[in-house]
Each structure stands twice: as structure tokens, then as C-alpha cells.
């Protein structure tokens, strides 16, 4: 579960000292497009002012991520490069979208070889599944669509708020207890 004191994660801005920048809220505006000159990324700010936001992370995946910044740091410095993404291809530069799709099937197709998942998802599932599992923790509406990005709550309660049996025999469990528990 996330603790009251759990990191944010944001886009990391470079720092004088490696590593340290990972919560850095400056760069949280940017987002990365697959095209440009030559096909290159480039940044922008997200689609709407509700793109702008902070997520609460897992203490455990924050200090994954503090220790792969701490590595890739020394990668950088041994290339002549001062901090850049978060996340960098093979050779330090910002990867491409289709670059993390394809990266993601071949771990996908490689957990389904391995017994460690059941059925193949698109990363995109991802992002449905977190905002599915907001609802499921019993996350108050106004916190999953600001954790989302999404302009309208009722937007966010139509795609992730759909029925869940467990919730469903749960809610009426607690409304039985109010009528019968006197």
C-alpha cells in the first residue's frame, strides 16, 4: 500500500549531483512525440493544464528508480553526457515510443513463455489497469481523475469506474449493516 509519505514521481532536471534529481517537479510538464525533423521526439506540454500531475509511487519502486538514476548517471558521465531521461535507449537518447512498445512485447511474450503472466496486454492496459485498480482500493473519485489526467470525473468513472462484484457484495453488505444493525 502507499504510506501518507510516499514519493511522487516526476520527469527528472538535471542536477549538479548525479542521481539526485528524480523528484524534481520542473520537467513534469513535458511529454514526448514521435515526430519532428528527421523523425526525431520532440517536447511538448501535455494536451491539457490536467495533464500536469504528480503520482504517488511505491517506496520500493522509488529507491528501483533512485538506483537506476545512480547507474545511469556513470553511464552518462563515461559518455561525456550530463543527465538526460529517465529512461534512455541503447544510446543515451530519449526512446522513441514504438521503441518502449516493442521492448514491452518481447517482455510480454517472454512472462507468458515463462508462466509469469496469463494472457498478453498492450502497455496501454497498463494505464487502464491502474485507473481500474484506483476504484478497486476504493479511491474517492476526485483523487482518480486527477491521478488520471482527466479533465471531467464523470469521464473517469465511465472508463474506470465499471462494476467490480467484489464492490458490488461489499456495498451491500454495508448498507444491510445499516438497516439491521441496530
Not at 544510446?91 to 511474450?109: A, N
Not at 496501454?124 to 482500493?137: E, N, P
Request: charged share 20%; proline share 8%.
Amino acid at each position: 500500500m502507499f504510506s501518507e509519505s510516499a514519493p511522487n514521481v516526476r520527469s527528472p532536471l538535471p542536477s549538479d549531483r548525479p542521481g539526485s534529481d528524480l523528484y524534481d517537479s520542473r520537467h513534469d510538464e513535458q511529454r514526448r512525440f514521435p515526430c519532428g525533423m528527421g523523425g526525431r521526439p520532440y517536447l511538448s506540454p501535455p494536451k491539457s493544464a490536467h495533464g500536469y500531475r504528480t503520482v504517488p509511487i511505491h517506496p520500493v519502486l522509488a529507491e528501483r528508480l533512485d538506483e537506476w538514476r545512480a547507474v545511469q548517471a556513470n553511464q552518462l558521465f563515461a559518455k561525456g553526457l550530463g543527465p538526460q531521461y529517465m529512461f534512455t535507449n541503447s544510446e543515451l537518447g530519449p526512446w522513441f515510443p514504438s521503441g518502449i512498445t516493442h521492448h514491452w512485447r518481447q517482455d510480454v511474450k517472454r512472462a507468458l513463455a515463462e508462466g509469469r503472466v496469463s494472457t498478453y496486454g498492450h502497455l496501454h492496459m497498463i494505464r487502464h489497469w491502474y485507473g481500474t485498480q484506483l476504484f478497486a482500493v476504493g479511491t474517492d473519485l476526485p483523487t482518480a481523475r486527477a491521478q488520471m489526467g482527466h479533465h471531467s470525473a464523470t469521464f473517469t468513472a465511465n472508463v474506470y469506474g465499471h462494476a467490480d462484484p467484489r464492490r458490488a457484495r461489499e456495498a451491500g453488505e454495508k448498507v444491510g449493516a445499516l438497516l439491521w444493525s441496530r
